[in-house]
C-alpha cells in the first residue's frame, strides 16, 4: 500500500482508533534514511489494532507491583519474578513490598490459570512469609487455603518448595497451626516428607515440627503414620534434615500411642546408632530428648535393659564432655523414674553413681538436672541409701552457689532424701549441712527457703538434731521469712516453727525475737494452708505460761476465736491453739470457760477477775491492781510467791512461775493421771524442792517438814536462791528494766501460805482420798466463815467484808488466804488451789449469780474383792454442810449448784 493522502475519511479513522489528534500531529511511525533523504511513511493495515510486543525496562519496584494488575500472562510472571528477587534481598523489602500492596494482588495469582505465574507467585509469597508483618495480613486474607491447594502432586516441585516453607513460616503462629489443622494440611505435609526435592523435605518437615507443638497436630501425625517416613529422614545427606526430623519426633513422642509407634518402629535402635556415631554429634542432644520421652514407658525401659542400651545411656552421659548432652541424659532419668518399675530399672544400673558424678560438673544446667534426677530417685528406698552415703556432702556444697537455680535443686533434692529418713537426716548434720540450710532462711528465692524448710522440719524429728539447730539460732532466723509475701514460704515456715518449738528454751528464743507478732499476723491470712499452719505453730507455743500470755496480748485468742466462729476458716488446729491458750492462762480460761479440768493445775499468779464481755479483753493482774478503787467485782488472787526483782515479766497477763520443773504446766503435773483422780498420783508437793523464794514448803505423804515461809530471809539465803535458779532467768527474762522504772510483782499471799502449811499436815496423812476431799472442804469453809444455813445465807455480809478489804488494801485486787468471809466461788477457788498443791484432783466450775462449786472423782463404795469399780463424780459442799459429797446429777446437788 502507498502513501495516505489526505481524504475526507481520515479523520474517522483516528476518531475509530481513539486518536484525538490530526494525522500532522502524530510523531512519525517510521523513518527510513535514504541518500540522506528523509522519508516519512506511515502504513495501515487490518492489523493495526493488535500491539506489538513491547520490552519494558523499570527500576521502580512500585512499577512491577503495577503489573501484577495486568491481565496478560507474559507479564504477570516476569513481574513476579521481578519481585521474587526484589523481596528476597532483605526484610526492608518485604516491608516495602507489602507497603504497595503487593500481597492482596498476588494472593489471588497463587491460583492463577497459568502454571508459571502460579508459579512465581508462590515463590513470592513462600519468601515474604518470612516477615512477622507479610504473615499476619497472610491470616488476614486467608491465603492458606490456597497455599495447601498447591501442595496437591501434580504441582510443580517449585510450587511445593515455596508453598511449604510459606506454611513453615505461619506454622510460627497458633492460629494458623489451628487453621492449617482444618484445611488438612498436616496429610499433604506428610505426603510431601517422601519428596525428592531436599527443601520440599526440609520446609515439610520444619512445618510438622510446628505443628507438632499443639496436641491435636501430635495425634493427627501418628494417625497419618508420619513415624516411618520421619525415621527415614534420619538417614538423609543433609543435618538440617535430619535435625528437624529428629525434633518433630521428639515432639510427637510426648503421646502415648506415638511412643508406642516408635517403639513398633524401633525408634530406639536408630537413636542408640546416632549417639553411638561420634560424626553426628550435633544430633545426640535431641535424640536423647527422644529417648527421655520415650523412657517414660517400662516398656521402652525393658527393651533398652534388654538391649544393653540403658547402660549405654548412662554411660555415655557421664563421659560425654557436652553439657547439653549430660542435662538431657539426667532430664531422660527424670521423666523415666516417676515411675517404680523403672526407679528399680535404673538402680540396677547404678545410675545413682552417673548422677552424682554429675554434680561435680562445672555446668549448673548439668547440676540442676543431675539434682532434679536425685529428687525422682529418691522415691526408691534402695536410692537414698545410695545417695547417703555418696551424695549428701556434694549437695550441702551446692547450697552455697551463687546459681539460686542450683540452691533450688539442692535443697529440694535434700528435702525428699530426708523426708521419713532419719538416717539421711543425720547424715545431713554430719556434713554440716544444718548451719547452711539456716542461712537460707534469708535466701532470695522462694522455693529455696520452702525446701530448706522441709528439710529443717524432717531433720526436727529427732531432738539431738533440733537441739543442733537450736545452738545455731534457726529460732531467730526463720522470723525473717515469716515476713514474706509467698504464700507458699509462711506456710513452710509456720511449719517449721510447729517442728521446732517443742521446748521453752525454742519458745523463748523465738518469742525473744519477735517471731510471734508475725506469727499471729498469718491468722488473718485468707490462704487455707497458710491459716491452718500459723494455728499449728500457736498451739504449740502456747504450751508455756510467758508464750501463752504474749500471745494473748498480741490478739491472737481474739482472732483464734473469730476463725472458730466461721464454717469456712476454722480447722482442727485452730480449736487446738485456743484450747492451748487457755489451758496455759488458766485466768484467761476461767475467765472465758467458767472452767478448770482436773489437769488445770492453779499456780501463782492466777487471778479470778469474773466474767467479761466475749469481745473484751481481759486486763493483766499490773494493770487491775493499779486501777483505782471500784465498785466492780473484786479481782481473787492466788499467788504464795514472794517478789523476785531478778525476774523481770513486762507480759500484761501475769506469768505463773515455775519453781520446777514439775510443777510447770506443761510437765508430767498435767497428766491423764489428774484428770482420772487417781488415788494413787503423786502430790505436787512430793515434786518439790525445799522452800525458797517465798513457795509453798516442801512436803509428802510420809514425812512431813514443818517449814514455814520467813519474810525476813537472809541476804546470803536469796543469793543462793538466785544461783538455783541462774538457768531459769534467762528463759522468762524477756528485757532488763529500765533503771527509772521499779518492776511490778504481785503481792504474795502469806495466809494462804500458811493454809497450804496447815492442809499439807493435817489432810495428806489420812488414808483415803475420800477422807482427804472432806477434810480439806472443811478447812476451807473453816477459813472462809463456817457454815451456812441456806435460809441465813442473805444475812452472810460477805459484801462488806469485801469492801472493807479493797478499803484496806487501796486495791481491788485481794489476796485469796484475806477473805475471812467467802461465798461460793471464793471457797469454790479456794478449794482448788490448796487441792492442786495437795495432788487431789479436782475441777472448779463457775455458774451465775456467784455460784461456783468443785467436783472431784471418787470411788463411792468398796470394790469387791479381785475388781474394780468405776470412779463416781461428786459435788463438794461448801457452803451448808462443808464435806457432804453429794452425787453429780442428784437434786441436792443441784440445789447447791443453782439458785
Same mark, same amino acid.
Given at each position: 500500500?502507498?502513501?495516505?493522502?489526505?481524504?475526507?475519511?481520515?479523520?474517522?479513522?483516528?476518531?475509530?482508533?481513539?486518536?484525538?489528534?490530526?494525522?500532522? =500531529?502524530?510523531?512519525?511511525? &517510521?523513518?527510513?534514511?535514504?541518500?540522506?533523504?528523509?522519508?516519512?511513511?506511515?502504513?495501515?493495515?487490518?492489523?493495526?489494532?493488535?500491539?506489538?510486543?513491547?520490552?519494558?525496562?523499570?527500576?521502580?519496584?512500585?512499577?512491577?507491583?503495577?503489573?501484577?494488575?495486568?491481565?496478560?500472562?507474559?507479564?504477570?510472571?516476569? =513481574?513476579?519474578?521481578?519481585?521474587?528477587?526484589?523481596?528476597?534481598?532483605?526484610?526492608?523489602?518485604?516491608?516495602?513490598?507489602?507497603?504497595?500492596?503487593?500481597?492482596?494482588?498476588?494472593?489471588?495469582?497463587?491460583?492463577?490459570?497459568?502454571?508459571?505465574?502460579?508459579?512465581?507467585?508462590?515463590?513470592?509469597?513462600?519468601?515474604?512469609?518470612?516477615?512477622?508483618?507479610?504473615?499476619?495480613?497472610?491470616? #488476614?486474607?486467608?491465603?492458606?487455603?490456597?497455599?495447601?491447594?498447591?501442595?496437591?502432586?501434580?504441582?510443580?516441585?517449585?510450587?511445593?518448595?515455596?508453598?511449604?516453607?510459606?506454611?513453615?513460616?505461619?506454622?510460627?503462629?497458633?492460629?494458623?497451626?489451628?487453621?492449617?489443622?482444618?484445611?488438612?494440611?498436616?496429610?499433604?505435609?506428610?505426603?510431601?516428607?517422601?519428596?525428592?526435592?531436599?527443601?520440599? *523435605?526440609?520446609?515439610?518437615?520444619?512445618?510438622?515440627?510446628?505443628?507438632?507443638?499443639?496436641?491435636?497436630?501430635?495425634?493427627?501425625?501418628?494417625?497419618?503414620?508420619?513415624?516411618?517416613?520421619?525415621?527415614?529422614?534420619?538417614?538423609?545427606?543433609?543435618?538440617?534434615?535430619?535435625?528437624?526430623?529428629?525434633?518433630?519426633?521428639?515432639?510427637?513422642?510426648?503421646?502415648?500411642?506415638?511412643?508406642?509407634? %516408635?517403639?513398633?518402629?524401633?525408634?530406639?535402635?536408630?537413636?542408640?546408632?546416632?549417639?553411638?556415631?561420634?560424626?553426628?554429634?550435633?544430633?545426640?542432644?535431641?535424640?536423647?530428648?527422644?529417648?527421655?520421652?520415650?523412657?517414660?514407658?517400662?516398656?521402652?525401659?525393658?527393651?533398652?535393659?534388654?538391649?544393653?542400651?540403658?547402660?549405654?545411656?548412662?554411660?555415655?552421659?557421664?563421659?560425654?564432655?557436652?553439657?547439653?548432652?549430660?542435662?538431657?541424659?539426667?532430664?531422660?532419668?527424670?521423666? /523415666?523414674?516417676?515411675?517404680?518399675?523403672?526407679?528399680?530399672?535404673?538402680?540396677?544400673?547404678?545410675?545413682?553413681?552417673?548422677?552424682?558424678?554429675?554434680?561435680?560438673?562445672?555446668?549448673?544446667?548439668?547440676?540442676?538436672?543431675?539434682?532434679?534426677?536425685?529428687?525422682?530417685?529418691?522415691?526408691?528406698?534402695?536410692?537414698?541409701?545410695?545417695?547417703?552415703? &555418696?551424695? !549428701? +556432702?556434694?549437695?550441702?556444697?551446692?547450697?552455697?552457689?551463687?546459681?539460686?537455680?542450683?540452691?533450688?535443686?539442692?535443697?529440694?533434692?535434700?528435702?525428699?532424701?530426708?523426708?521419713?529418713?532419719?538416717?539421711? =537426716?543425720?547424715?545431713?548434720?554430719?556434713?554440716?549441712?544444718?548451719?547452711?540450710?539456716?542461712?537460707?532462711?534469708?535466701?532470695?528465692?522462694?522455693?529455696?527457703?520452702?525446701? =530448706?524448710?522441709?528439710?529443717?522440719?524432717?531433720?526436727?524429728?529427732?531432738?539431738?538434731?533440733?537441739?543442733?539447730?537450736?545452738?545455731?539460732?534457726?529460732?531467730?532466723?526463720?522470723?525473717?521469712?515469716?515476713?514474706?509475701?509467698?504464700?507458699?514460704?509462711?506456710?513452710?515456715?509456720?511449719?517449721?516453727?510447729?517442728?521446732?518449738?517443742?521446748?521453752?528454751?525454742?519458745?523463748?528464743?523465738?518469742?525473744?525475737?519477735?517471731?510471734?507478732?508475725?506469727?499471729?499476723?498469718?491468722?488473718?491470712?485468707?490462704?487455707? @494452708?497458710?491459716?491452718?499452719?500459723?494455728?499449728?505453730? !500457736?498451739?504449740?507455743?502456747?504450751?508455756?505460761?510467758?508464750?501463752?500470755?504474749?500471745?494473748?496480748?498480741?490478739?491472737?485468742?481474739?482472732?483464734?476465736?473469730?476463725?472458730?466462729?466461721?464454717?469456712?476458716?476454722?480447722?482442727?488446729?485452730?480449736?487446738?491453739?485456743?484450747?492451748?491458750?487457755?489451758?496455759?492462762?488458766?485466768?484467761?480460761?476461767?475467765?472465758?470457760?467458767?472452767?478448770?479440768?482436773?489437769? $488445770?493445775?492453779? $499456780?501463782?499468779?492466777?487471778?479470778? &477477775?469474773?466474767?467479761?464481755? +466475749?469481745?473484751?479483753?481481759?486486763?493483766?493482774?499490773?494493770?487491775?491492781? #493499779?486501777?483505782?478503787?471500784?465498785?466492780?467485782?473484786?479481782?481473787?488472787?492466788?499467788?504464795?510467791?514472794?517478789?523476785?526483782?531478778?525476774?523481770?515479766?513486762?507480759?500484761?497477763?501475769?506469768?505463773?512461775?515455775?519453781?520446777?520443773?514439775?510443777?510447770?504446766? /506443761?510437765?508430767? /503435773?498435767?497428766?491423764?493421771?489428774?484428770?482420772?483422780?487417781?488415788?494413787?498420783?503423786?502430790?505436787?508437793?512430793?515434786? *518439790?524442792?525445799?522452800?525458797?523464794?517465798?513457795?509453798?514448803?516442801?512436803?509428802?505423804?510420809?514425812?512431813?517438814?514443818?517449814?514455814?515461809?520467813?519474810?525476813?530471809?537472809?541476804?546470803?539465803? #536469796?543469793?543462793?536462791?538466785?544461783?538455783?535458779? @541462774?538457768?531459769?532467768?534467762?528463759?522468762?527474762?524477756?528485757?532488763?528494766?529500765?533503771?527509772? #522504772?521499779?518492776?511490778?510483782?504481785?503481792?504474795?499471799?502469806?495466809?494462804?501460805?500458811?493454809?497450804?502449811?496447815?492442809? /499439807?499436815?493435817?489432810?495428806?496423812?489420812? +488414808?483415803?482420798?475420800?477422807?482427804?476431799?472432806?477434810?480439806?472442804?472443811?478447812?476451807?469453809?473453816?477459813?472462809?466463815?463456817?457454815?451456812?444455813?441456806?435460809?441465813?445465807?442473805?444475812?452472810?455480809?460477805?459484801?462488806?467484808?469485801?469492801?472493807?478489804?479493797?478499803?484496806?488494801? *487501796?486495791?481491788?485486787?485481794?489476796?485469796?488466804?484475806?477473805?475471812?468471809?467467802?461465798?461460793?466461788?471464793?471457797?469454790?477457788?479456794?478449794?482448788?488451789?490448796?487441792?492442786?498443791?495437795?495432788?487431789?484432783?479436782?475441777?472448779?466450775?463457775?455458774?451465775?449469780?456467784?455460784?461456783?462449786?468443785?467436783?472431784?472423782? %471418787?470411788?463411792?463404795?468398796?470394790?469387791?474383792?479381785?475388781?474394780?469399780?468405776?470412779?463416781?463424780?461428786?459435788?463438794?459442799?461448801?457452803?451448808?454442810?462443808?464435806?457432804?459429797?453429794?452425787?453429780?446429777?442428784?437434786?441436792?446437788?443441784?440445789?447447791?449448784?443453782?439458785?
Amino acid at each position: 500500500m502507498g502513501d495516505i493522502r489526505e481524504s475526507p475519511n481520515r479523520m474517522w479513522h483516528y476518531h475509530s482508533q481513539g486518536l484525538t489528534k490530526p494525522i500532522s =500531529a502524530l510523531p512519525p511511525p &517510521h523513518v527510513n534514511v535514504v541518500c540522506g533523504k528523509v522519508r516519512r511513511k506511515l502504513t495501515l493495515r487490518v492489523e493495526c489494532q493488535t500491539f506489538d510486543s513491547l520490552a519494558i525496562e523499570s527500576k521502580n519496584a512500585e512499577t512491577a507491583v503495577l503489573m501484577l494488575q495486568s491481565p496478560e500472562e507474559e507479564v504477570l510472571a516476569k =513481574a513476579c519474578d521481578a519481585l521474587y528477587r526484589f523481596a528476597r534481598k532483605g526484610d526492608e523489602n518485604k516491608l516495602k513490598l507489602l507497603g504497595l500492596g503487593a500481597l492482596e494482588s498476588l494472593s489471588k495469582l497463587i491460583s492463577h490459570e497459568d502454571k508459571i505465574v502460579r508459579r512465581n507467585a508462590t515463590m513470592v509469597c513462600g519468601i515474604m512469609a518470612a516477615n512477622n508483618d507479610v504473615r499476619k495480613l497472610i491470616q #488476614k486474607l486467608d491465603i492458606l487455603p490456597s497455599l495447601i491447594a498447591r501442595l496437591a502432586p501434580e504441582e510443580e516441585v517449585v510450587i511445593h518448595e515455596f508453598a511449604t516453607l510459606c506454611l513453615a513460616h505461619m506454622a510460627v503462629e497458633y492460629t494458623s497451626k489451628a487453621r492449617i489443622f482444618e484445611l488438612n494440611g498436616l496429610e499433604n505435609l506428610i505426603r510431601l516428607l517422601g519428596s525428592p526435592d531436599p527443601d520440599v *523435605k526440609k520446609n515439610s518437615v520444619e512445618c510438622i515440627y510446628l505443628l507438632a507443638q499443639d496436641f491435636q497436630s501430635r495425634c493427627a501425625i501418628c494417625e497419618h503414620n508420619a513415624v516411618p517416613a520421619l525415621l527415614e529422614l534420619l538417614t538423609s545427606d543433609y543435618p538440617l534434615i535430619q535435625l528437624l526430623s529428629l525434633k518433630a519426633l521428639c515432639s510427637i513422642s510426648c503421646e502415648a500411642e506415638c511412643r508406642l509407634a %516408635l517403639k513398633d518402629n524401633q525408634a530406639l535402635d536408630h537413636l542408640i546408632k546416632i549417639l553411638e556415631a561420634k560424626e553426628l554429634n550435633d544430633l545426640h542432644v535431641e535424640a536423647l530428648l527422644i529417648i527421655a520421652n520415650c523412657l517414660e514407658d517400662v516398656d521402652a525401659v525393658q527393651l533398652l535393659l534388654q538391649s544393653g542400651g540403658l547402660r549405654k545411656i548412662l554411660t555415655f552421659a557421664e563421659m560425654s564432655p557436652l553439657p547439653d548432652i549430660q542435662r538431657n541424659a539426667a532430664k531422660a532419668i527424670t521423666k /523415666s523414674a516417676h515411675s517404680a518399675e523403672n526407679r528399680k530399672f535404673f538402680h540396677e544400673q547404678d545410675a545413682e553413681k552417673t548422677l552424682v558424678n554429675l554434680l561435680l560438673t562445672e555446668n549448673d544446667g548439668v547440676k540442676v538436672a543431675a539434682l532434679q534426677a536425685i529428687s525422682v530417685m529418691c522415691a526408691n528406698a534402695a536410692s537414698k541409701d545410695v545417695f547417703n552415703k &555418696h551424695g !549428701i +556432702p556434694q549437695m550441702i556444697n551446692l547450697l552455697s552457689k551463687d546459681s539460686a537455680d542450683v540452691r533450688e535443686a539442692a535443697t529440694f533434692a535434700l528435702a525428699n532424701l530426708t523426708a521419713d529418713c532419719p538416717i539421711n =537426716a543425720s547424715a545431713v548434720a554430719e556434713a554440716d549441712g544444718i548451719e547452711a540450710l539456716i542461712n537460707l532462711m534469708s535466701d532470695k528465692k522462694d522455693e529455696v527457703i520452702s525446701n =530448706a524448710c522441709t528439710v529443717l522440719i524432717s531433720m526436727a524429728t529427732q531432738e539431738s538434731l533440733r537441739l543442733i539447730m537450736l545452738a545455731h539460732g534457726v529460732m531467730q532466723a526463720v522470723v525473717v521469712p515469716l515476713q514474706s509475701p509467698n504464700n507458699l514460704v509462711l506456710s513452710k515456715v509456720a511449719l517449721t516453727v510447729a517442728a521446732l518449738a517443742c521446748n521453752v528454751d525454742a519458745r523463748t528464743e523465738f518469742r525473744n525475737a519477735g517471731g510471734l507478732a508475725h506469727l499471729v499476723k498469718l491468722l488473718h491470712s485468707n490462704h487455707d @494452708e497458710v491459716r491452718r499452719n500459723a494455728c499449728w505453730a !500457736i498451739a504449740v507455743c502456747a504450751n508455756d505460761d510467758l508464750t501463752a500470755a504474749e500471745l494473748y496480748r498480741l490478739g491472737a485468742f481474739n482472732i483464734l476465736q473469730e476463725i472458730n466462729l466461721s464454717t469456712r476458716r476454722q480447722n482442727t488446729f485452730s480449736k487446738l491453739a485456743e484450747n492451748k491458750m487457755l489451758d496455759n492462762n488458766l485466768s484467761l480460761k476461767y475467765n472465758q470457760k467458767g472452767y478448770l479440768s482436773y489437769s $488445770n493445775l492453779i $499456780n501463782d499468779g492466777f487471778y479470778d &477477775h469474773g466474767q467479761i464481755k +466475749p469481745e473484751a479483753k481481759l486486763p493483766s493482774l499490773e494493770e487491775l491492781s #493499779k486501777q483505782e478503787l471500784n465498785q466492780n467485782r473484786a479481782v481473787i488472787l492466788v499467788n504464795t510467791q514472794f517478789p523476785e526483782p531478778a525476774v523481770s515479766s513486762p507480759l500484761p497477763l501475769e506469768e505463773k512461775s515455775e519453781p520446777n520443773p514439775g510443777r510447770s504446766p /506443761s510437765s508430767q /503435773s498435767r497428766s491423764a493421771s489428774r484428770e482420772k483422780g487417781s488415788i494413787n498420783a503423786q502430790s505436787p508437793v512430793d515434786e *518439790k524442792q525445799d522452800t525458797h523464794t517465798g513457795r509453798s514448803p516442801s512436803l509428802s505423804r510420809s514425812g512431813l517438814k514443818d517449814r514455814t515461809p520467813s519474810k525476813g530471809k537472809s541476804k546470803a539465803k #536469796k543469793e543462793e536462791e538466785k544461783t538455783k535458779e @541462774e538457768d531459769e532467768v534467762p528463759q522468762i527474762q524477756i528485757q532488763e528494766p529500765s533503771a527509772d #522504772k521499779t518492776q511490778w510483782f504481785p503481792p504474795c499471799d502469806q495466809e494462804l501460805n500458811d493454809y497450804i502449811s496447815e492442809a /499439807s499436815k493435817t489432810i495428806l496423812p489420812l +488414808p483415803h482420798l475420800k477422807e482427804q476431799v472432806v477434810a480439806l472442804a472443811q478447812l476451807v469453809a473453816a477459813k472462809m466463815g463456817g457454815s451456812i444455813e441456806r435460809s441465813q445465807l442473805h444475812d452472810f455480809s460477805w459484801e462488806l467484808h469485801i469492801g472493807e478489804l479493797k478499803y484496806e488494801l *487501796k486495791c481491788n485486787v485481794i489476796p485469796i488466804g484475806k477473805i475471812k468471809k467467802g461465798i461460793f466461788y471464793h471457797r469454790a477457788l479456794l478449794f482448788k488451789a490448796i487441792a492442786d498443791r495437795l495432788g487431789i484432783g479436782c475441777c472448779l466450775i463457775r455458774a451465775d449469780y456467784g455460784r461456783a462449786w468443785n467436783e472431784v472423782k %471418787l470411788l463411792d463404795v468398796s470394790p469387791q474383792k479381785g475388781t474394780r469399780g468405776q470412779p463416781e463424780t461428786f459435788i463438794v459442799d461448801l457452803m451448808h454442810q462443808p464435806g457432804h459429797l453429794m452425787k453429780h446429777g442428784s437434786a441436792e446437788a443441784d440445789n447447791y449448784q443453782h439458785i
